[in-house]
């Protein structure tokens, strides 16, 4: 492997005060829960007639789960339909009242000439009052039987379970031909979002702040490390042992996370709104160093293995001169003397507690550092979402894409790509885009969209180090890392 040799001019580093003042929170227990759970039931009492989902089963908010026998109230709704479409009675009135108007025209015209009595004037008007107030009264009749109509299929919808939630069925507690009176008929659970349940010890309130993130590292995969958000703190605590709670927030689009298992809780007072820079901005130190010349030459690696991952000598720029990313090259300073100065990066490390941890050990050593944190991601998976340009509600296009076969779509939460319908997760690509070729042939139109998980990691960088130095360093920095 080819070396490259530069000469760094300027020494820069300054170790960041900040991080090693920052709070260093205990592990601790915690339990993962679902954000909602929630008992659902029928309005009124009755036999169940039809149950539509079953234990494990995911459900849509609005979506029918159970329906009671309903005969009577179906009885019910068709009576007062007809009785609401009864409008002859109106009909009938309007022609008697058009008639009593114009014989009451007759008789005024008759009264001015003298032609008849002053009661049959008062008999005509009497008629065509009579007639008038009838025609209302009917009206009214009609407007109450529509009312009718409306509390009847009321009634009816009150014997039909709906789901209040996005989510998971956790229980089903009756079957069909059971009696219910006040009793709940299954149990929902929603999985998306998760909450975290943790006690702190009391010494930390005060210090853990909304919006805080933690680690979570669940019983199932204790070594893969989940991102919660603080969302509420006690502030009351537990006097007997001197606790708090806490609970935490977390993401869970596809229900990968299953919820009722322990956890281990690492709380970090980094903010969701915080970034974190790229490269180091430190305070600029200057030392001389000597003069050397520019060259390459051959080098073999001497470090172990385990030593080379934790170690690189840096990709940064020196003396104005950028080395490319993507050239499979090492930067180092040309040795004059036995034992020169070079510049080295140390990392990558999985988390900020390691990272401190090797830069105390640098600085017992008398070597000023600068952190750097650099953001990677990693393809989770594929997302096939409808196309923009709908004019119709969500959940008309759902029942129009299910007329014409579609199954397995949600509405995706606002928070995450804004409440759009989605019709499934895929780990490929290439399901995805089959997934997507079977909605074109069925004329919807769809979108691929690729999610992808971030991650940080951590360097040291170390700009004056001493080559003889680095082997016994990393044998250190290796048993704090491991």
Known sequence: MKVRFVVPVVLAACFS?????????????????????????AAVSGVIKTLYAERSGVVRNGELLAELDSRVEQANVELSRVRAAMSAEISAEEVNLKYDRLQSRRVNDLNQKSLTSVQNKDEAARLEKVTYWRLKQAK?????????????????????????????????????????????????VQLNP??????????????????????????????????????????IGDTASGTFGVRLTIDNPENKIPAGMKCVLKLNSSMPDQTV??????????????????????????????????????????????????EPTVVSA???????????????????????????????????????????????????????????SKRQLMMEFGQRGVSGMMILPRRSYNGRLSFGAYNGPEMANNRQESLT??????????????????????????????????????????
């Open 194 to 235: 998760l909450h975290i349940e943790a006690v702190l010890p009391m010494e930390h309130y005060g210090q853990v702040q909304k919006n805080m993130l933690g680690g979570v590292f669940s019983e199932l995969d204790p070594n893969d490390e989940l991102q919660a958000k603080v969302i509420i703190i006690d502030p």
């Open 334 to 392: 040309l040795p004059v003397t036995a034992d020169a100065l070079q510049r080295y990066s140390f990392g990558p490390f999985k988390d900020e507690s390691i990272l401190l941890n090797a830069g105390e050990l640098l600085t017992k050593h008398g070597y000023v550092f600068s952190r750097r944190v650099e953001d990677s991601s990693v393809i989770k998976g594929y997302l096939v979402l409808l196309a923009e340009g709908y004019e119709q």
């Open 441 to 482: 042939q069925k004329g919807i139109r769809s979108e691929v969209i690729t999610r992808r998980k971030g991650k940080a990691i951590f360097w040291l960088d170390v700009d004056a180090i001493a080559e003889s130095r680095v082997t016994a360093i990393l044998d250190q920095i290796t048993d704090v890392y491991n």
């Open 277 to 326: 820079e790229e490269q180091s901005s430190t305070e600029i130190v200057s030392a001389p160093l000597p003069a050397v010349n520019i060259q390459a030459i051959e080098k073999e690696p001497k470090y172990s293995a385990a030593q080379s991952k934790l170690l690189s000598q840096e990709k940064l720029p020196v003396a104005n001169n950028l080395v490319p990313q993507n």
């Open 140 to 188: 009214d009749t009609l407007r109450t039987r529509q009312l009718e109509l409306a509390r009847a299929m009321a009634q009816l919808e009150e014997t039909k379970v709906y789901s209040t939630l996005d989510g998971v069925v956790a229980q089903v507690y009756k079957t069909e031909g059971e009696y219910i009176e006040d009793q709940p008929v299954m149990r929902l």
């Open 17 to 41: 005060h900040l991080a090693l003042a920052e709070t260093i929170f205990p592990a601790v227990d915690c339990v993962i829960v679902p954000s909602k759970t929630v008992d659902i039931s």
